[in-house]
């Protein structure tokens, strides 16, 4: 069934606004820093664990329908996100991504897809890869803010960054919590097709000393479609021993994402 495709996908991309809990310092007054400064803080709070292993609750909408699903999330970082989703306690669908693979098959229909991240890149409008995946899961910027040049700007009680440069077809803008550079939301807009995914991190929580998210807050747009998808993290642990089944049953039929 598509939907779950899209469910367990748009979970990734990782995708307007939400208001963090407390996730802003409560000083009256923001530090005005450079634009340098931003990004250097925000690599130094990077993840620095081995693997996630996750369980969440997932709420999916759009204009047809509306449904609830389980997912178990695992990562192991730089080379695996792996999800399995279930309803009622029933299995319905498993992705496996990798940095030069997107695989995916759901129960229902008995339908799958087996390729790289052109597809999704069309169906999003922006361009994907596997750190970009990985990236927005884990709280971090879909881009490496260290190849271009940003301004800078305090914007309710956030530092929002744009590049200096601006791209004819796409716009990028990244808000961060000042507390713990960490990222409160970012969009990206396709203004030719007009798209736009923004990803809002409603706030994190310490496990083991590193800031991830505990909810993840997903819109896409496209042209007057709206997509909206609600993440919220039951557990999470680190640095587990962790496997990824997959295979593909016999008899699916491969589907194209369109």
């Known amino acids: ?8 996908i748009l979970i990734l991309f990782a995708i307007t606004s939400c208001k963090s809990k407390k996730n802003v310092t409560d000083m009256d007054i923001i530090e005005n820093i ?5 990004i250097s803080n925000h690599y130094d709070n990077n993840f620095n664990q081995k693997t996630v292993n996750a369980n969440l609750n997932a709420k999916y909408s759009d204009s047809k329908m509306s449904t609830s699903i389980n997912i178990k999330l695992r990562i192991e970082l730089d080379k ?19 940095p030069d693979r997107v ?40 881009l490496n803010l260290r190849k271009e040049k940003y301004d800078s700007k305090i914007d309710n009680r956030l530092y929002q960054l744009s590049p ?12 961060m919590n000042p507390d713990n550079f960490k990222l409160n939301r970012q969009e990206m807009t ?18 083991k000393g590193e800031q991830f998210p505990e909810n993840i807050n997903i819109k896409a747009t496209d ?19 962790l496997t990824f089944p997959f ?4 008899g699916y039929k491969e589907i194209s994402l369109k």
């Open 80 to 98: 695996t996100i792996w999800m399995s989703a279930t309803k009622l306690g029933f299995p319905v669908a498993k992705v496996k991504i990798t």
């Open 223 to 241: 042209h007057q479609n709206l997509t909206t998808i609600n993440l919220e993290y039951r557990s999470v642990e680190f640095n587990e021993e």
């Open 247 to 250: 295979e593909i049953p016999n």
């Open 1 to 8: 069934m598509k939907h779950y495709f899209k469910i367990a």
């Open 190 to 207: 396709n203004a030719e097709k007009q798209q736009l995914l923004s990803v809002s991190y409603a706030n994190y929580k310490n496990i």
């Open 34 to 38: 450079s634009a340098k400064k931003i």
């Open 103 to 142: 695989s995916y098959y759901e129960k229902l229909k008995g339908t799958y897809y087996d390729g790289d991240f052109s597809m999704l890149s069309k169906w999003l409008g922006t361009e994907l890869d596997y750190e970009k995946v990985q990236n927005i899961l884990l709280g971090q910027a879909v």
């Open 164 to 175: 200096k440069k601006e791209n004819v077809l796409f716009g990028m803008l990244f808000f």
